[in-house]
């Protein structure tokens, strides 16, 4: 009898704990704090990669303004500015009227009198025309010598063109774009310089000889008042 009893009482306790021990094995899984738990993570996560993209996007920026700074290695400045001082040293060799203002108003006058008086001798004219002939002469042959210069120098600016092209399209960077559009304008002015330097010669070349040849009409007349005399007929009577 009593281990009927004592074997019911366990039989009791035994129901009475298996619950209680398989609820402590087995926890209640929260579904609310779980979503929760995830979404934090992913925006986190997200945070973490727009930092990294905006550092990634920084190093670019930094990246293309060391290029945008970046220098272009080549200047043409010597070689442009040797061209114009080998025209320029043309121009100051000029033989006849020369090219600057003061100057040419004291040979105008001496090499193109308004008249000539009775001191002058058809002799003094005649040298006077020569040194004319010979001045209008250096002119056209200073023109010719700034035409060869000019075309030499054309020549070689077909080199240095290609050259500043070829840097401008492969250039770098904005300023490495800039400073070879610098020197390509550069070469275009310098060119136009040569042109213009090249009509003031030719035009003042032109404009020599055609005074030559007014001032020879004017002695033309004025030695043949001297020959002809005050025109009276001569007679024996």
Wanted: without cysteine; neutral net charge.
């Amino acid at each position: 009898m009593k281990r009927r009893t004592l074997a019911a009482l366990v039989a009791a306790s035994l129901v009475v704990v298996l619950p209680q021990a398989g609820h402590a094995a087995w926890p209640v899984f929260d579904a609310t704090n779980y979503g929760q738990s995830v979404l934090q993570a992913a925006r986190a996560l997200e945070q973490i990669n727009n930092q990294i993209q905006q550092l990634q996007n920084q190093a670019v920026m930094l990246q293309n303004m060391a290029r945008n700074l970046q220098r272009l290695d080549f200047s043409s400045l010597g070689q442009l500015q040797g061209a114009l001082n080998r025209i320029d040293g043309l121009m100051m060799q000029a033989d006849g009227l020369s090219f600057d203002l003061t100057q040419l108003e004291g040979q105008w006058r001496q090499r193109y009198p308004d008249s000539y008086d009775a001191s002058v001798s058809v002799s003094d004219m005649a040298t006077a025309a020569r040194e004319r002939w010979l001045s209008a002469m250096n002119a056209f042959r200073q023109t010719m010598q700034v035409q060869s210069q000019i075309v030499e120098n054309v020549r070689a600016d077909e080199g240095l063109l290609t050259d500043l092209v070829s840097r401008s399209q492969g250039a770098v960077g904005a300023l490495q774009a800039q400073q070879a559009a610098n020197q390509l304008i550069a070469l275009s002015t310098k060119q136009q310089m040569q042109s213009q330097t090249l009509m003031a010669a030719h035009y003042r070349a032109e404009a020599e000889d055609a005074a030559r040849k007014a001032q020879a009409e004017e002695a033309a007349r004025k030695t043949t008042r001297r020959f002809l005399g005050s025109g009276s007929a001569y007679s024996g009577n």
